[in-house]
């Protein structure tokens, strides 16, 4: 294998826009990783914006195509459930394209981890309105103003039998990382919705900046429904983040397999120097 | 009137003159500012009483077009590469459905690797659709083609979906003048859609029903028999466009030269860069021709056969590979000419968006002539690479 750096720096260029919601993101994310095996560390992203992300970061990784981060995570988890599978979406690609592929893996409790790198805007694209942009909002595929409400993540995956669900935003660093190890470090599969402003296209910096406030983690499920509906992502309400819900169930890998590794039967490992070569 | 306009605007006004009943997409990069021209008309109020939906995906999109298609609605939506993947299951659908819907294609490759650059890769792989596709290699010819797309998808006779396929970025991005498109003209040109088949409450019936084996074939039968006969619909109405606009683009196959011992095919925004090369090779005295094939789907073979009469010869520049065999458009050329013996060289070129040099193109159909290459098919423009069996 080969040597990695212990920052998990790459030679990527990175092409986000300045003032990204995106490098809080990828900082924490590096942190946290670099304090795990990253050997047995696998990251999947979909297309958009925080896709790049993948190329950022000096572990395996997996681009699928639009919308199906989930799926193709699943089926990692299922074939070496040794791995640690950290799924990265934006909300084009988890709430728009490949929302049934995230309520499955949410009622499968595959133990998982998905990011959602939530902009409320397709930014790649430059500046469409998306499932969770608020009501009216005029972007470039709506000038009118969309008519349409946006739905709320956090409570279509507790409906859907996530067993982590949680919420915070790129610009509380603490909160950020504290999130995000602990959705990785649940066993289960974890929802953690990051609001992470597009500078570009739809700036919420100050609008968050405002609203967001750090809440205790609560116990019990009728208490988490109540906090997460307290905003709806067009209201001005104030915006809880933090973890919103926790339960221990047995894992859809757990009951499917038996301890059985699938790619453990017949493995073959390709190394370091032989992908240089392929690439 | 003529301005200089990007390829989007240009597809989105003629669309517009078009007076489509609603107009459904999702964003795909190099189509996304086809339909967001269209949402600002919309939003501007110029679309009268046109429903513009913002989908969830492309697969809701299509899925939107078709219902609304099958209520007698003029449908349009505009997709590329993944996202026409995404749509091809209910695209498949609209057309045994016999929906007109009309969608245009920005060409671009498929995964994977990811790519977002032009190929026609994406609508190439529709091939077998039973969805018209014509491939266009100007911005004015694109306007132009939209209210025949409607016209011929809609005629009784063929109601079947149209596809019209621009180059992604070659085109779409390009800005070029092109003569808009007077509304009474349009008018003139393409009435209302007045669907012969239509959910109603006056006579309820069902689109998609279950066909078991004693029905289905017929289903497929007429399906055949609408998309062959959409050729000579076509012709017609190309020929009427040209009495009213005086800019003639030909029928489903331009043989520029055909008296040309070589001919050299291309289909899309290539043919303009073949032209140049070739015309300068025909000053060298080189007895070369270019033949622009427009319209992929119906297949035109009795028009193929006549632009290579004299062809012993024949070039295809193809953008797409027929994995596990060759070049899409050669497959096409060999199969409609087989009777005439010409050899044809396949040069698959531009994958991904890669470059196609004038250079490459004149190399290519000098070792032709000098005989300095077997007939079959290859890629050209390539890097020396090692390739690794892991």
């Not at chain 1, 592929?101 to 998982?112: E, P, T, Y």
């Not at chain 1, 981890?113 to 909002?137: A, C, D, K, W």
């Not at chain 2, 609304?68 to 091809?88: D, N, P, V």
């Not at chain 2, 393409?190 to 669907?195: G, H, R």
Request: net charge neutral; charged share 25%; hydrophobic share 40%.
């Amino acid at each position: 294998m080969t040597e990695k750096k212990s920052d998990l720096k790459t030679y990527a260029k990175n092409t986000w826009c300045p003032g990204c919601g995106n490098f809080a993101i990828l900082n924490s994310v590096r942190k946290i990783f670099s304090e795990m095996d990253t050997e047995k560390l696998v990251m999947v992203s979909g297309i958009g914006c925080h896709g790049k992300i993948v190329d950022y970061v000096d572990v395996s990784s997996f681009y699928t195509i639009h919308g199906r981060v989930p799926a193709t995570a699943t089926g990692i988890k299922l074939a070496n459930p040794e791995l640690t599978v950290v799924g990265f979406a934006g909300d084009g690609d988890a709430y728009g394209e490949g929302l049934l592929h995230l309520m499955f893996a949410a009622k499968r409790n595959v133990d998982i981890t998905v990011i959602i790198h939530n902009n409320r805007v397709y930014g790649l694209t430059t500046g469409q309105f998306t499932p969770t942009s608020p009501e009216g909002f005029k972007g470039k595929s709506t000038p009118r103003g969309s008519v349409e409400r946006p739905f709320n993540p956090l409570l279509l995956m507790l409906d859907a039998g996530a067993t982590f669900v949680a919420r915070s935003y790129s610009n509380r660093m603490k909160n950020l990382r504290m999130v995000i190890e602990k959705g990785i470090n649940h066993r289960g599969f974890s929802f953690v919705e990051i609001l992470q402003p597009c500078y570009t296209y739809f700036n919420t910096y100050d609008y968050y900046n405002e609203r967001v406030y750090e809440i205790d983690e609560i116990s019990g499920r009728e208490d988490a429904e109540k906090k997460i509906r307290e905003w709806d992502y067009s209201s001005d309400s104030r915006i809880p983040i933090g973890i919103f819900y926790r339960e221990e169930r047995d894992t859809f890998e757990e009951k499917m397999l038996d301890n059985l590794i699938p790619a453990k039967r017949k493995r073959k490992v390709i190394s370091g120097k032989l992908l240089e070569k392929i690439v | 009137m003529m301005k200089v306009v990007r390829g989007f605007y240009s597809v989105a006004y003629s669309v517009k003159q078009c007076k489509p009943d609603v107009i459904c997409a999702y964003p795909i990069t190099p189509q996304t500012e086809i339909v967001e021209r269209l949402a600002d008309m919309y939003a501007n109020g110029e679309l009268g009483n046109c429903e513009y939906i913002t989908a969830e995906s492309e697969f809701g999109a299509a899925s939107i077009l078709v219902g609304a298609s099958a209520t007698g609605a003029r449908s349009f939506t505009a997709t590329s590469s993944q996202g026409l993947i995404l749509m091809s299951e209910v695209l498949l659908s609209a057309a045994g459905m016999r929906l007109p819907i009309v969608l245009v294609n920005a060409n671009r490759s498929l995964s994977a690797p990811l790519s977002i650059w032009n190929d026609q890769q994406d609508s190439i792989f529709m091939r077998d659709a039973c969805i018209m596709q014509l491939y266009i290699e100007n911005n004015q010819e694109v306007h132009d083609v939209m209210p025949i797309a409607f016209k011929v998808a809609e005629n009784r006779r063929v109601m079947l979906p149209f596809m019209v396929c621009m180059d992604g970025y070659k085109l779409t991005h390009a800005y070029e003048p092109v003569d808009l498109l007077d509304e009474q003209m349009v008018d003139k040109f393409l009435p209302p859609y007045d669907a012969p088949v239509k959910l109603s409450v006056d006579k309820p019936l069902t689109f998609g029903c279950y066909a078991p084996p004693p029905y289905y074939t017929e289903f497929r039968v007429a399906m055949q028999n609408a998309i062959m006969g959409a050729g000579d619909i076509m012709l017609k109405e190309f020929k009427k466009w040209y009495k009213i606009t005086g800019r003639d683009w030909g029928g489903h196959v331009v043989a520029e030269n055909p008296d040309a011992e070589v001919a050299v095919i291309t289909m899309g925004s290539l043919t303009g860069l073949v032209r140049d090369v070739v015309s300068e090779m025909q000053k060298e005295g080189k007895n070369v021709g270019v033949v622009k094939l427009r319209t992929f789907r119906p297949f035109p073979v009795e028009d193929i056969k006549k632009a290579l009469k004299n062809a012993n010869k024949i070039i295809v520049f193809e953008r797409a590979v027929s994995f596990g065999h060759e070049g899409p458009v050669a497959i096409e050329i060999k199969s409609a000419n087989y009777e005439s013996g010409a050899d044809v060289y396949s040069f698959a070129v531009g994958l991904g968006g890669r470059d196609i040099p004038r250079d490459l193109i004149r190399e290519i159909i000098d070792k032709v002539i000098e005989g300095k290459v077997e007939p079959g098919f290859q890629f050209e423009g390539v890097k020396p690479f090692e390739e690794v069996i892991p």
